[in-house]
């Protein structure tokens, strides 16, 4: 298996905060991604990276920011956090152009109240 | 815009063969990948077809017609543990790097 850990794993946080998730890879891929997962909507694209201090947009990516200083890690920040943020994130690394195959880290359970 | 569909729930039996459909509209398609979840996991890659024509790999297989913007996934000798949620996504051009584009997904359910 790929080398992802997503922390945390799990957090419960209040309207307006900041929240800031991290996804560490030691596969040394280029490219890194975040996705958020609801019931309805499979998986969205937020933002993503195609190399160090590059980065741009998903499909969803409103309300969102991200970066990327190192190439072993992404870390998206919700800066003032929504209840429509409520989600499963889900962090991808590929060695390609997203070619064949994508690999996903364990995801982030965020409930904001 | 693009788009992906397909069903969103099947169920099978233990041994029997399920075909899951994706019909997609997108704009610069390069090809359609297959993943499988399940529940409470991470997605894990399945299969790729760039080309028409049907993938082969053990158990699964995946098909794809680029004239009729559809594939579908083959999952033969059903087993329980192939209870999940497949999603197929579309590799799509999308700046410097090809994104994946995910249907809403198709959960499987396979009984005794």
């Known amino acids: 298996d790929a080398g992802i850990t997503q922390s945390p794993r799990h957090k419960v946080t209040e309207t307006g905060t900041p929240v800031t998730l991290r996804c560490h890879q030691t596969?040394?891929?280029?490219?890194m991604y975040w996705y958020r997962q609801d019931p309805g909507h499979g998986l969205r694209l937020i933002h993503y990276?195609?190399?160090?201090?590059?980065?741009d947009k998903g499909e969803v990516s409103d309300g969102y920011s991200v970066s990327r200083s190192k190439t072993e890690d992404f870390l998206l920040t919700l800066e003032s956090a929504t209840s429509s943020q409520t989600s499963v994130y889900f962090c991808?690394?590929?060695?390609?152009?997203?070619?064949?195959?994508?690999?996903f880290g364990p995801g982030t359970r965020l409930t904001v109240l | 815009g693009q788009s992906l569909e397909q069903p969103s729930e099947v169920t099978a039996v233990e041994g029997a063969i399920v075909q899951i459909n994706c019909t997609y509209q997108?704009?610069?398609?390069?090809?359609l990948s297959w993943y499988q979840q399940h529940d409470g996991g991470a997605p894990t890659f399945l299969s790729y077809?760039?080309?028409?024509g049907l993938e082969e790999t053990g158990r699964f297989s995946s098909f794809l017609s680029r004239s009729d913007s559809y594939g579908y996934l083959l999952l033969q000798e059903l087993q329980m543990k192939d209870s999940a949620s497949y999603f197929c996504?579309?590799?799509?051009?999308?700046?410097?790097?090809?994104?994946?584009?995910f249907g809403t997904g198709t959960l499987l359910a396979v009984q005794p």
């Open positions: 996504a579309v590799r799509a051009y999308g700046g410097a790097t090809n994104k994946l584009i």
């Open positions: 596969e040394n891929h280029r490219y």
């Open positions: 077809n760039a080309l028409d």
């Open positions: 991808a690394i590929s060695d390609s152009r997203g070619e064949n195959e994508q690999f």
């Open positions: 997108t704009s610069g398609f390069y090809g």
């Open positions: 990276s195609y190399g160090v201090k590059d980065t």
